[in-house]
């Protein structure tokens, strides 16, 4: 079965440190987001991209970059941790135009 | 700007009564209307969608109605049940609606009382 999949579940790092949170989609999807969730925020959208080699800005970018080398991965940056990025993280993906966002399961990070 | 508002931000029924969380967005244009459940450690998972060429949609205990005039949508539980105890939250397309984004409400906290 086609599935969406984010690693690591859970991650501490460091102020000042780089982290990638990665994922995989076996959709085959073009359209792929990265949100963060907070308490009393709902779901941000940090960074998307509609196909390789394509990526664009979210409402809450700065600080986290992303690239597209191929259709299945999205990974996600965070250049250098900040407290502030302490957060859930959710990979989703979909199909072009206006289609389901499916979700993984999120990556946990603390920065300390 | 665009905006999704979702009420209430908790709410507590006993089991076998009905749920009822509404949604209200900003955009004339939005044509799609994602509900998702997130039970607790997981990812949001859809639920019920609709299309704004419908103004009901119904699958087992869940259904959405749409009030396109009013620019509110709404996800109608029927007979809960504890396992429907999760965080629910509404969505709309973030303009222009081809582009795929979607605006989340802020999400509904929902307890089931066995």
């Known amino acids: 079965d086609a599935e969406i999949t984010q690693s690591p579940r859970h991650k501490i790092t460091e102020t000042g440190r780089q982290v990638t949170l990665a994922c995989h989609q076996t959709w085959n999807h073009n359209n792929m987001f990265w949100y963060r969730q907070d308490l009393g925020h709902g779901l941000r959208l940090i960074h998307y991209s509609y196909g390789v080699q394509d990526t664009n800005k979210g409402e809450v970018s700065d600080g986290y970059s992303v690239s597209r080398s191929n259709t299945e991965d999205l990974p996600l940056t965070l250049e250098s941790a900040a407290s502030s990025q302490t957060s859930v993280y959710f990979c989703a993906s979909s199909g072009t135009g206006l289609e389901t966002q499916y979700f993984g399961p999120g990556t946990r990070l603390l920065v300390l | 700007g665009e905006n999704v508002e979702q009420h209430p931000s908790t709410l507590s029924v006993q089991e076998g009564d009905s749920a009822v969380i509404k949604c209200t967005y900003s955009?004339?244009?939005?044509?799609?209307f994602p509900w998702y459940k997130q039970e607790l450690g997981k990812g949001p998972q859809l639920i019920i969608d609709?299309?704004?060429?419908?103004g009901e949609k119904k699958d087992q205990r869940i259904a959405v109605t749409l009030n396109k005039t009013a620019k509110h949508f709404s996800l109608h539980i029927t007979e809960t049940q504890p396992e429907d105890s999760a965080v629910y939250f509404c969505a709309a397309p973030q303009a222009p609606s081809n582009t795929g984004k979607l605006i989340f409400g802020q999400g509904t906290t929902l307890q089931v009382k066995p």
């Open positions: 609709i299309r704004s060429n419908v």
């Open positions: 955009d004339s244009a939005s044509n799609y």
